[in-house]
């Protein structure tokens, strides 16, 4: 790998801690196109994208559940106050030096917000070994970050271990003029079931929603009133879809969520 390239994908510096609004859509590519190109007259392309994947950039995520799929559940929508923690890397090579993190993304009402804090790379050959391993890595960094902390009471609370591997291309735009406001499409979903972040390939991998593209858009406080116009000018749609629970239900992991959510539900009314 080059010099400049390496430079080109130590892309990845955001911010470790926030809280806003996610608005998310559903377009297809052929709308995609022609939203991209309205959007040029008012964003540019985040400075972090690598024009070798078409300026864009990979992202890829590993799911912590627990043996009841309880963040499946909470993210299906049947929770206003929930939360799911994952590991994440910007890359799909395991010789390339991308940093990993440790990420908890939670919604309070209407407000999306997410901590972060930086894994070291340790943590890719603990996955491999899993169990004790895993459990021992992260207890040694609880006195780091008070996320690691947290990730390990519920880790042995919950006895969460890794389910699902989200990978996809993301173009962002930002903009000059309000700081706060990012849109981004995500392509090419792939989902694998599996525990580990690399090394996948005896693992199968699923196209999730082919030919069409995730946006979304995010603010701290209010969003452009040239971007609601042009929302509905394209009479875009929001959509309630988290890539979580979706590869979830599309890899079969939570084809008994309903049922599950029914006997949760019996267990609570019997229980007052």
């Known amino acids: 790998?080059?010099?400049?390239?390496?430079?080109?994908?130590?892309?990845?510096?955001?911010?470790?801690?926030?809280?806003?609004?996610?608005?998310?859509?559903?377009i297809d590519a052929e709308a995609r196109v022609e939203l991209e190109?309205?959007?040029?007259?008012?964003?540019?392309?985040d400075p972090n994208v690598c024009a070798e994947r078409h300026n864009r950039y990979f992202v890829r995520s590993l799911y912590f559940d627990d043996d009841l799929y309880t963040n499946?559940?909470?993210?299906s929508g049947a929770q206003i106050m929930r939360r799911k923690y994952r590991i994440r890397t910007y890359t799909d090579s395991v010789d390339e030096e991308s940093p990993v993190f440790l990420?908890?993304?939670?919604?309070?009402?209407?407000?999306?917000?997410?901590?972060?804090?930086?894994?070291p790379r340790t943590i890719i050959r603990a996955l491999e070994y899993g169990g004790c391993t895993l459990r021992g890595e992260f207890v040694k960094m609880a006195h780091k970050d008070p996320l690691f902390s947290s990730f390990n009471f519920d880790a042995k609370r919950m006895n969460l271990r890794p389910r699902l591997l989200v990978d996809y291309e993301r173009r962002p735009y930002i903009s000059a003029y309000s700081p706060d406001f990012r849109v981004t499409f995500d392509s090419a979903l792939e989902l694998t079931v599996t525990d580990r972040l690399f090394d996948r390939t005896a693992d199968c991998q699923r196209l999730f929603m082919p030919g069409y593209s995730v946006v979304e858009v995010k603010f701290r406080k209010?969003?452009?009133?040239w971007f609601m116009r042009l929302i509905c000018s394209y009479d875009l749609k929001p959509v309630?879809?988290?890539?979580?629970?979706?590869?979830?239900?599309?890899?079969?992991?939570?084809?008994?969520?309903?049922?599950?959510?029914?006997?949760?539900?019996?267990?609570?009314?019997?229980?007052l």
């Open 240 to 271: 309630a879809v988290s890539k979580y629970y979706k590869g979830m239900e599309r890899t079969g992991l939570a084809c008994k969520l309903v049922d599950d959510l029914q006997t949760r539900q019996s267990v609570k009314s019997n229980s």
């Open 222 to 225: 209010k969003m452009p009133a």
């Open 1 to 26: 790998m080059s010099a400049d390239h390496r430079e080109e994908r130590d892309y990845v510096r955001p911010e470790l801690n926030f809280s806003r609004f996610e608005i998310r859509y559903m």
């Open 37 to 45: 190109n309205v959007l040029k007259f008012y964003m540019t392309l």
């Open 72 to 75: 499946t559940y909470e993210t």
């Open 103 to 119: 990420e908890v993304k939670g919604r309070t009402e209407e407000m999306t917000y997410k901590r972060r804090a930086v894994l």
